[in-house]
């Protein structure tokens, strides 16, 4: 079994920044693709990022310049950090990735989700 945990969400003012972490613990070796997902209240579910095993990187253009994905493999750990935020940012932050388990498959698992609310 492997679990993923968002963490590092919260309130922060327009123009703020915030850092989410999600770390991938239980029966893996490693994790490949990840992604971060966003929704916001009456809207679809979006993608927000993405980062390859290899660490080749992808954003969606209202974001671009101003998060940066990253991923620590040591850790298990995949980080979204969060500059200049908007109001139009506020939404459930949601990790998806794709893991290999300790019996060498790949395995697809969901976090729980992170609320990020940019509010004056």
């Known amino acids: 079994q492997v679990q993923l945990v968002e963490s590092g969400g919260g309130l922060v003012q327009p123009g703020g920044s915030l850092e989410l972490s999600c770390a991938a613990s239980?029966?893996?070796?490693?994790?490949?693709?990840t992604v971060w997902y966003r929704q916001a209240p009456g809207k679809q579910r979006e993608l927000v990022a993405a980062?390859?095993?290899?660490?080749?990187?992808n954003y969606t253009d209202s974001v671009k310049g101003r998060f940066i994905i990253s991923r620590d493999n040591a850790k298990n750990t995949v980080y979204l950090q969060m500059n200049r935020l908007k109001p139009e940012d506020t939404a459930v932050y949601y990790c998806n990735s794709v893991v290999v388990t300790t019996s060498l498959l790949r395995a697809e698992y969901w976090g729980q989700g992170t609320q990020v609310t940019v509010s004056s």
């Open positions: 980062i390859t095993s290899g660490g080749s990187t």
């Open positions: 239980g029966s893996l070796v490693s994790m490949y693709a």
